[in-house]
């Protein structure tokens, strides 16, 4: 399988090189060359698999030479080992035609473990078999962050350093960064905000001697392998509803798009979804771009959905792509145009994203007033992310079209914005039950390039 820029202009590689690269060096973002399918008989075979089976048949087809069969069983096998739920993706009913896909039985309780737990392990093996070592730098508004020191803790050969906001993320996701004893954790409470994280990032990867001394790599949701992740249980939760006999809708709470394009992907593999469903907060970039045609960046507000605070969407410039037919210089001049602030989608483009996606926007009282309806009707307590996905996908319902929407975090990443809403402050599972008795430890930093650079110069244990 070969992997291609979005932009065009960047070497072809293999999984495992697209992998450990990141971000292509045109800028672009990379994608398997052509996707490949499953016919009818494939998906419905899948139908009473356990989840690990189900994700090494619609992972191996993009692995290509890659990773070795029985290697990907065994990584896929230890990254989900962790989640404390035998479905690791359960369905849920919440009326009629309408499900939750709860995507927070993971070790840091939010969807991005899912893929962070299985490209921890496929790491590990390219790592074993190069002898390299590595320094990987993030930068989270939350959940990013702990889900990636949680699968790289502890390994010998990796040192993981990730830079937060500080004073701007809840104290539960603090915490999960703060606390694990392990050596090559660190975590880095920038004087800034998440821009600024984000912005010290790219200049760190952009000096391309530091980034060889310590050999960088990135692992935030523009990487395909993240995405590759994603895929699966768009595959296990339609198939328990139906598929392939039936269609599917998806309704996914998005920030950097990332979610709710590897449902795009798998509906590209022959996977019948109906509709994906974006549903946005007030920062709604996405809903304006749908609706209107104009990508426009504004400024971010905060919400009670901290981790879909987002203006510009990373992982759309990869459906852009596609609705362009594949055209990497149209992408190229998009993005160049989004410097000075936006673009407007042509009329082709549009249709073909129109024919994929339809879109929501939720304010900040319709989320609140969303959870404490859930809570009175079905007794479930979501997170305000899920609650965002489930106000929309209450709008979008077809008769004899099941509806999922995507469960993104566990409600106690978020008690205050619950509490709020329910008047519960939702527990932490009891195998984390002691969070808030754990010694942390973080070093408080500059929000300064050279300050970060420094620090890890002299932190990396390799
Ligand atoms: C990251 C995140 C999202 C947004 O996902 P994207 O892939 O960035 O669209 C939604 N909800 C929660 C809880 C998240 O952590």
Not at 20 to 37: C, N, Q, S, V, W
Not at 103 to 124: C, E, S, V, Y
Not at 201 to 213: A, I, P, V, Y
Not at 391 to 402: M, N, Q, T, Y
């Amino acid at each position: 399988m070969r992997y291609v820029s979005t932009r065009g202009r960047a070497p072809v590689l293999d999984f495992e090189q697209a992998m450990m690269t990141g971000l292509a060096r045109d800028g672009g973002l990379y994608l398997p060359e052509t996707i490949p399918t499953f016919s009818a008989e494939e998906i419905a075979s899948l139908e009473g698999l356990p989840y690990e089976e189900v994700a090494r048949r619609v992972i191996t087809p993009f692995v290509g030479d890659s990773f070795s069969d029985a290697d990907l069983r065994d990584a896929i096998a230890r990254a989900y080992q962790g989640f404390d739920h035998i479905a690791r993706a359960p369905l849920v009913q919440l009326a009629p035609g309408h499900h939750l896909l709860e995507l927070f039985h993971g070790p840091t309780l939010a969807f991005k473990d899912f893929a962070m737990q299985l490209i921890g392990q496929l790491f590990q093996l390219a790592l074993a078999r190069s002898g390299q070592r590595i320094t990987i730098l993030g930068a989270t508004s939350g959940d990013t962050g702990s889900a990636a020191i949680e699968a790289f803790r502890g390994l010998s050969n990796v040192d993981v350093f990730i830079m937060y906001p500080h004073g701007r993320v809840s104290e539960v996701q603090r915490r999960q960064m703060s606390t694990p004893a392990d050596a090559n954790v660190h975590a880095l409470a920038v004087e800034g905000t998440f821009d600024d994280c984000q912005a010290r990032l790219k200049d760190l990867f952009n000096d391309h001697e530091f980034r060889d001394t310590v050999g960088l790599a990135g692992v935030n949701s523009i990487n395909w392998a993240r995405v590759l992740a994603q895929i699966v249980y768009y595959f296990a939760a339609a198939v328990s509803l139906g598929a392939p006999a039936r269609a599917v809708d998806f309704t996914v709470p998005t920030g950097n798009f990332g979610d709710i394009f590897a449902g795009s992907i798998a509906r590209a593999m022959g996977l019948p979804i109906g509709k994906l469903v974006i549903a946005t907060n007030q920062n709604d970039i996405l809903h304006r771009a749908l609706t209107s045609g104009e990508y426009r960046v504004g400024t971010v507000e905060p919400s009670i959905s901290p981790s879909m605070d987002i203006q510009v969407s990373s992982n759309f410039e990869r459906a852009l792509w596609l609705a362009y037919g594949r055209d990497g210089n149209a992408v190229s001049a998009l993005m160049e145009e989004l410097k000075s602030g936006g673009f407007t989608i042509s009329q082709g483009a549009l249709e073909a994203l129109r024919e994929t996606y339809i879109s929501g926007r939720v304010s900040e009282a319709e989320t609140t007033a969303m959870i404490a309806t859930i809570r009175e009707e079905t007794g479930e307590v979501i997170c305000p992310h899920t609650a965002v996905a489930v106000k929309v996908a209450r709008a979008h319902l077809r008769a004899g079209v099941p509806m999922v929407s995507l469960s993104t975090a566990h409600p106690a990443k978020f008690p205050d914005a619950v509490e709020a809403a329910t008047g519960i402050r939702p527990p932490l599972p009891s195998r984390m039950a002691d969070l808030f008795k754990r010694d942390e430890r973080i070093t408080r930093i500059a929000n300064d390039a050279e300050a970060i650079k420094s620090l890890i110069l002299e932190r990396r244990t390799a």
